[in-house]
């Protein structure tokens, strides 16, 4: 089955400062999803990758998934408090279009 | 635009009672999908359905029933609750394969 390993599960960062958080699957995926999700909240799309090699940015949010379609990192740059709340990682299992399997999440923490 | 709608916010069961968690839509999105979320453990899939009358199993769907009668509407049944399925729920829905998946506001779920 597929899994989905997320890194590192919990980030303490520095106001100002850069991250990353990343995601590594056991298997090739089919598309990759980021998601944000304010502490005691629903979940906010960030973005999808599809085409290995893809990267894609939102304001200071920057997501890339690799050539091989078996890992994604998130990178933030200048962090803000606003950024602070638990990213997941969503994957589309290669084979099954019709289902959205995610990770255990990461947990950030920005220091004033 | 209402998005995903998801009823009740709130409830605490007793052991062994059941209850049905509703969910709707109202952006004509094909695909739904059955979520909860532990504390450490990110989203887990409970159930999903490509259409109205059809539903399969994700990756903990024992002690849950659904079913899609129509293409608005995927409630999740309790039948009679556990402890254990004390959770937070979240419904999805998403227009098809590797689209956006809008995210209801959750159900806090206390089975005491």
């Known amino acids: 089955s597929q899994e989905l390993e997320q890194s590192p599960q919990s980030l303490i960062v520095q106001e100002g400062k850069n991250l990353t958080i990343n995601c590594t699957s056991s298997?090739?995926?089919?598309?990759l999803y980021w998601y944000k999700q304010k502490y005691g909240e629903g979940l906010i799309f960030l973005m999808m990758?599809?085409?290995?090699?893809e990267e894609k940015s939102h304001e200071k949010i920057t997501a890339k998934l690799d050539e091989k379609k078996q890992q994604s990192s998130l990178h933030i740059t200048a962090s803000q408090p606003s950024h602070a709340g638990i990213y997941l990682c969503g994957a589309v299992p290669s084979g099954r279009d019709d289902k959205i399997i995610f990770g255990k999440g990461t947990r950030l923490h920005i220091l004033p | 635009n209402a998005g995903v709608t998801q009823t009740p916010k709130f409830q605490v069961l007793k052991t062994g009672q059941s209850m049905t968690l509703q969910c709707a839509q109202d952006?004509?999105?094909?695909?739904m999908s059955w979520y909860r979320q532990d504390p450490g453990m990110g989203l887990r899939l409970i159930h999903y359905?490509?259409?109205?009358?059809?539903?399969d199993q994700g990756e903990v769907p024992n002690g849950y029933n659904v079913s899609r009668s129509t293409t608005e509407d995927f409630p999740l049944r309790l039948l009679s609750a556990a402890p254990s399925q004390t959770s937070v729920y979240f419904c999805?829905?998403?227009?098809?394969?590797?689209?956006?998946?809008?995210f209801g506001q959750g159900t806090r779920l206390t089975v005491v």
């Open positions: 952006m004509n999105h094909e695909y």
């Open positions: 298997k090739t995926l089919y598309g």
């Open positions: 359905s490509v259409g109205a009358g059809i539903t």
């Open positions: 990758l599809q085409k290995g090699g």
């Open positions: 999805a829905s998403t227009r098809g394969a590797l689209t956006e998946a809008f």
